[in-house]
């Protein structure tokens, strides 16, 4: 920083700190609402960050509809602007209250990955409800040109509506700063709001039924008060302060975006986590503090390196001080495993190994049938075994040792990077030679590994929920690091015209020989997940999924154990992206973002957890729509929209697939809840199912999900 003299830089620090308090506002309140649903339920809500984003396009909808223009009388103004708060907090409120009736009661007393994972699903399905509730308003500019099979994204805004008068001016202060009324008026709203709520907590009854319930559920249980009731009121409330907060945030910027889902989420929970959990006023002021760290942030290094920062200062207070700086340790332990014993049907999992050759066999001789066929789908097939790829990883963190990785395309992201810089990027033009592909994939699966044994680390230290969050938050800060990398990476246009990988020698310049290098590379890993399933660490990675405590006191290293899992699917999704990013000569990073996660965890739950043919059929199944039905269905809509029109008009298959994942994701942890509930003749269809790849079927008294 380079002031002129003392006087400026107090000036200069004094502006960037008002500018960080009105910031703060925002986060603030939707830390008080995640602070109170998590005290409640100990689980968390990944839908309630694009809650609020679905929130903000409502609130500009109303505006707009009200038709609220700057310089319209202050009684009409101002009765207006409360309608489109009390609407705002309204549906808030209402739709959280949805979220916790599918995605917690039905799980409650079970499993308690299954509500983490629905709610991952819902959030897709709520993003993708904010982006479809944006493309259907034609009155605005698109924020691109039009792209077959892009849908145009309107940039949704409303008029500054808030007055602007500078008040350190009108004061007659001699500043170099400026503090307008609009930003006093923000920050004073927060607070009331926060008042407002410590009020009810402390002196209401319902309030205080609440509080007892965060302390001790239990105990709460047994003084009679209404634990179910108590976790409604806490989703209703969080669930208005989420509509507050997107009705403060769109008022005072005017150009909200549906981008701030899963991030804003993951932002509001870090002030509450700083705030200590189940304490609404540390949460308020960390909510304050987090706001002015991200300003200075912006102001001193850059804009773009801000997230990154806050997710760091996130993974290092869960890392460091797990209760928050203001926090206690709480009765409910939220750091209690998430057991990935339910998604499956059994841990050690021995499949039919005729079922497993022909799968092998069939993906071997798939070019010789697209050949004979003519079908042309070599390079869809490569994408799938691709993901297939990402499931086995991701089967062996999940599925044989019960650690749920958020973050996995992470990895992916890093392998494919490696690639990018080592043969086409900057560091390419240092090295003597070029790299032969072998060691290119050698150096991308070191690089994996390295972020395998962090998060091996890291999840020594933590357990459940906290383990989730880091993943999640790891999975934004490596692709947004190599957008932020842009000298090296390419930055948003990411790398292409990428050479074609070479062998000894030989270039692979033909799609079927990079699909045989795939399929050999899909075969080796299928062998030695099926080796593992049966070896020593394989039986110490069922033990530690099923009971953590149990199995370290019968002589397991879960240390061990947990670096092993992280490492050996960090090297599986490196060794894809590397893949990845040599066979179709480019990298992006939007191929690496959170709902590649997402999809992958679909893959395995769909599939089975710890079944390596299911992981492959749940690979290929949703790899196949993603790839292959939605593209087909697509181009035919089109042919009908420009020739039919009507209701062709309405569909685009293309523009939905979070919300297909989303879908998937939901229906097949909801389906896996009711497993008990199924009839007979269900459950025997179930259990020939499960012999044919190899499972089999668990008693029922062995299940709680």
């Not at 507050?244 to 910027?253: D, E, G, L, M, R």
């Not at 909510?287 to 290094?301: K, W």
């Not at 199912?689 to 999900?705: C, F, H, I, M, Y």
């Amino acid at each position: 920083m380079n002031c002129g003299n003392t006087t400026a830089c107090a000036e200069l620090l004094l502006q960037i700190l008002l500018i960080g308090l009105s910031n703060g506002a925002v986060i603030a309140l939707n830390a008080i609402g995640v602070t109170l649903v998590y005290g409640a339920v100990r689980m968390l809500n990944f839908a309630y960050g694009d809650l609020f984003a679905l929130t903000t396009v409502l609130v500009v909808v109303v505006v707009r509809a009200l038709d609220l223009i700057p310089g319209m009388a202050a009684l009409p103004l101002v009765g207006s602007l409360a309608l489109v708060l009390v609407a705002a907090m309204a549906f808030g409120s209402a739709m959280n209250v949805a979220v916790e009736r599918v995605a917690f009661r039905p799980f409650r007393g079970g499993s308690r990955l299954a509500p983490l994972i629905a709610t991952v699903g819902l959030s897709f399905m709520l993003y993708e409800a904010a982006l479809l509730w944006r493309t259907s308003d034609k009155s605005m500019p698109g924020a691109h040109h039009s792209v077959p099979g892009v849908p145009e994204v309107p940039r949704l805004g409303i008029y500054d509506l808030l007055p602007n008068i500078d008040l350190v001016r009108a004061s007659g202060l001699n500043l170099q700063v400026m503090y307008s009324l609009k930003d006093l008026l923000v920050l004073v709203f927060a607070i009331s709001l926060a008042l407002a709520v410590g009020w009810f907590l402390r002196s209401s009854r319902a309030g205080r039924a609440l509080r007892a319930c965060a302390q001790d559920a239990e105990m709460a249980r047994l003084c009679g008060i209404d634990h179910h009731g108590a976790i409604r009121l806490a989703f209703a409330i969080g669930g208005a302060l989420s509509g507050a907060a997107a009705f403060i945030f769109t008022i005072y910027y005017t150009h909200p975006y549906t981008e701030y889902g899963v991030q804003s989420g993951l932002f509001a929970f870090t002030a509450a986590l700083l705030g200590g959990i189940g304490r609404p006023r540390g949460a308020f002021f960390s909510g304050l503090l987090l706001g002015i760290f991200a300003a200075f942030s912006d102001f001193f290094l850059a804009s773009q390196w801000t997230p990154v920062l806050l997710m760091l200062v996130l993974i290092g207070t869960l890392t460091l001080r797990p209760s928050g700086l203001l926090g206690e340790t709480q009765h409910d332990d939220p750091t209690a495993p998430l057991s990935a014993a339910s998604l499956n049907e059994q841990r050690v999992v021995r499949p039919r190994p005729w079922f497993v050759a022909a799968l092998l066999l069939l993906i071997a001789a798939y070019p010789l049938i697209d050949v004979a066929l003519g079908l042309h789908y070599q390079l869809v097939a490569i994408h799938l075994l691709l993901y297939v790829l990402l499931a086995l990883g991701l089967n062996i963190v999940l599925g044989y040792a019960g650690l749920l990785d958020l973050g996995y395309a992470a990895c992916f992201a890093l392998g494919g990077y490696t690639v990018a810089m080592l043969t086409g990027g900057q560091l390419s033009a240092w090295l003597p030679t070029r790299l032969d592909f072998l060691l290119v994939l050698a150096i991308s699966s070191l690089v994996a590994v390295i972020f395998g044994v962090i998060n091996g680390a890291l999840a020594t230290r933590l357990r459940g929920d906290y383990l989730a969050i880091v993943t999640v938050a790891f999975g934004l800060i490596i692709p947004q690091t190599f957008v932020n990398l842009d000298r090296w990476t390419g930055g948003e246009r990411g790398a292409a015209a990428l050479p074609p990988p070479m062998v000894f020698g030989y270039r692979l310049s033909s799609v079927t020989e990079s699909y045989l290098i795939a399929a050999l590379v899909v075969a080796l890993v299928v062998l030695a997940s099926l080796r593992l399933s049966r070896s020593r660490i394989g039986r110490a990675w069922a033990a530690l999924s099923a009971d953590e405590v149990a199995a370290a006191s019968c002589g397991v290293d879960v240390t061990r154990a947990k670096h092993l899992a992280f490492v050996i699917g960090s090297i599986i999704a490196g060794v894809a992206g590397a893949l990845f990013a040599s066979i179709f000569s480019y990298v992006d990073p939007n191929q690496f973002d959170f709902r590649i996660s997402a999809m992958v965890l679909a893959m395995v739950v769909i599939g089975g957890a710890g079944s390596v043919p299911g992981a492959i059929l749940g690979a290929l199944l949703i790899g196949a729509i993603d790839q292959l039905v939605i593209p087909l269905a697509g181009a035919w809509l089109d042919g009908m929209r420009q020739t039919q029109g009507g209701i062709f008009e309405l569909l685009d298959l293309r523009g939905l697939n979070s919300l297909y994942f989303g879908l998937a994701l939901y229906l097949t942890i909801l389906l896996r809840a009711k497993r008990q509930e199924r009839p007979r003749w269900a459950a025997e269809l179930g259990a020939a199912l499960s012999k044919v790849v190899g499972q089999a079927p668990r008693r029922r008294e062995d299940t709680n999900l």
